[in-house]
Every structure is written in C-alpha cells, then in structure tokens.
C-alpha cells in the first residue's frame, strides 16, 4: 500500500496545487482495495503494472471529480480556477497512465462510468436546487457518486469477487461519508450535508428558515441538532455499516485478499469510531 500511495503522490502532490488550493482528500482506501482485489484475481489476472496503474488512475479520475465538486460561485475567482485546473490536471494524468500501460479498454471504461457519474450529479443537484433531496437519498447519492467508478471494474475480477465487490465498495463509501457527516453540524458546514437534508425533510417551517439564513445563529443550531439527535442517529448509522462492511469483508472466498482488506479498512474503523467519541 505504501508503495501504491508513493506512486500515486507524484500524480497528487503537485507544488502549485498544493500552495493556491484546498483539495479533498486523495481516495486512498478505495485505490489500495480495488489493487488488492487485482492483485489477488487469477482467473482474470492482469500484469501487475496495469494493476498498479488502473487502481491510481481510477482514484486520479475520481479525485478530478471530487476537485470540481468543491468549486463554490461565491469563491474568489482565482482559487475557482485553480481548483478547475486541478481537478483537469488529474483526470489527464489518469489517460496518460493507462495509455503508458497499453490499456485502451481501461480509459473508455473510465469514460463511460464518468459520463454516468456525472448524470448521477445533475439528477442531484437538480431535486437540491429545488429543496426536494431526502437525507437517504442525499447519502445514497453520495456513495452512488464515490464508488461508481470502482465499481464499474467488477467484471474484470474474478467470479467469485464479482457479487462482493460492488456491497464492499459501497459500504465503504457510506462508512467514510458518514464519519465525515458527523462533522458538519455547525454553522460554519452544515449546509447541504446529511443533517441539513434531515431537518428540512422533518422539521419546522421556523427550522427550515434557519437553515436557509446566510449566516446560522448557532446556539440555535445546536438546540435543533440535539432535537432531532442527529449525532446519534449518524453514529448508530456509522455502527451499522461498520458492522456491514466486517460481515461482507468475512465473506471474501480467499483468505489472503480478506486479511488484507481488513488490514486496509483498519484506519476507517478506527475514524468512524474516534468521529463518533468526539461528539459524545
């Protein structure tokens, strides 16, 4: 793994970028997951520098989506470009990778899960423009978005992974997200996360305008978060699909590729569950 993420920084971990923007954290799971499940195949096995190079460079596409996501219109024009820019600079080095590797059918596959991602987004962005999005269907979107393009690499795993594989990869996603959730219950980020979706689904006309205010009181804020327990709904969630992902990971049929699964997701276990104690 470390090796993996070493490769993956020369692609990351670009001066300019790193001086003049803010971006999201490079998908280091998923990437050391979706190479385990290469690196394991033997039925479908592929050499191993094609393995090395889909798994950075779908997280590379993946962390160009990500990147866009973040451009605000209230942004300085500056920052809005360079995140643009980024976020453009990353889905070429995923191309040049795979061209490098002499995998064609890799990059249009990419493509096509981009293409389905990005309507995925519109179709979301469309019901929250128009205050319409649930929280569950905000979260699912959410894990729709994350694990879309992994999961469009499952044929070429073995058979017995293939039915795994795609529950792994999203519960994984639903598991980083909601510790992050956790998070985003102050003024500063609550708009448009999982707790905002909950309270305009479920609350009080007088709730709902507070949230739609361009700045949140927040001793007002806390007293609706703590109505609706929103902390503990999010860590029960977290809990469960924790539990989830152990279950899924135990029914692996090879005992190597598990253990190594599990030694990777270890961190996230670990997050959620610091996540979870400091909102206790």
Not at 128 to 142: D, F, I
Not at 199 to 207: D, H, I
Not at 272 to 277: C, F, R
């Amino acid at each position: 793994m470390d090796g993996l993420m070493d490769t993956a920084k020369k692609y990351t971990e670009y001066d300019l970028i790193q001086k003049y923007t803010s971006l999201p954290e490079f998908p280091e799971l998923r990437t050391g997951m979706l190479h385990a499940f290469l690196r394991f195949a033997k039925e479908k096995a592929l050499p191993p520098k094609l393995q090395e190079a889909l798994s950075i460079a779908v997280s590379l596409m993946q962390h160009a989506l990500d990147s866009h996501e973040l451009v605000r219109a209230g942004d300085e024009q500056r920052r809005r470009q360079l995140t643009v820019l980024a976020g453009d600079y990353f889905s070429s080095r995923f191309y040049q990778l795979l061209s490098q590797a002499g995998s064609v059918h890799a990059i249009g596959v990419i493509a096509q899960a981009v293409c389905e991602v990005n309507k995925m987004k519109m179709n979301v962005y469309a019901k929250a423009k128009r205050l319409l999005l649930t929280a569950e269907e905000y979260l699912l979107s959410k894990v729709d978005i994350h694990s879309h393009l992994y999961i469009a690499f499952a044929p070429w795993l073995d058979e017995r992974d293939r039915q795994t594989f795609p529950a792994i990869f999203r519960t994984v996603v639903e598991c980083e997200f909601i510790a992050s959730e956790l998070a985003r219950t102050k003024p500063d980020n609550v708009k448009g996360g999982w707790a905002y979706w909950y309270v305009l689904q479920n609350g009080t006309p007088e709730e709902a305008d507070l949230l739609g205010r361009e700045v949140i009181d927040g001793d007002r804020l806390q007293t609706v978060m703590a109505k609706y327990n929103i902390v503990g709904k999010l860590s029960d969630m977290w809990e469960t699909k924790a539990e989830e992902l152990r279950s899924l990971l135990r029914m692996i049929g090879s005992d190597k590729l598990a253990d190594e699964l599990f030694r990777l997701a270890e961190p996230l276990f670990a997050q959620g569950k610091s996540a979870t104690a400091q909102q206790i």
